[in-house]
């Protein structure tokens, strides 16, 4: 996914606030697992279990980023995640771990 962060997401020094990170990462990572979804397997996108974020480098709100998620694993009950954003150089900005169980 491409995305551009509006200005509201911004933390007192203008650049993308962790949470921001985090919302993004939650539901990028649930449509990758809603790609795999069927009736009665993950359809309604399950609970969010764990969600690590690593902050590398801040992003300025405005610049366009880049989201790249995948599904690691996926079984009945839980499914890992992993995901990436970069800047608009392709520079990694945080990286996610996202575990969830099918509800």
């Not at 993004?24 to 069927?38: K, Q, R, S």
């Not at 399950?46 to 405005?62: E, I």
Request: hydrophobic content about 40%; aromatic content about 8%; overall charge neutral.
């Amino acid at each position: 996914f491409t995305y551009i962060p509006p200005s509201f997401y911004a933390n007192p020094l203008g650049n993308l606030h962790g949470a921001a990170h985090s919302l993004i990462y939650d539901n990028c990572t649930t449509l990758a697992l809603a790609a795999i979804a069927t009736p009665g397997f993950w359809m309604l996108g399950g609970v969010s279990r764990v969600l690590d974020v690593k902050y590398v480098r801040g992003l300025k709100v405005g610049e366009e980023v880049t989201v790249e998620c995948e599904v690691v694993h996926v079984g009945r009950q839980a499914a890992a995640l992993r995901g990436v954003i970069k800047d608009k150089d392709g520079r990694v900005a945080s990286t996610c771990e996202h575990d969830k169980t099918n509800i």
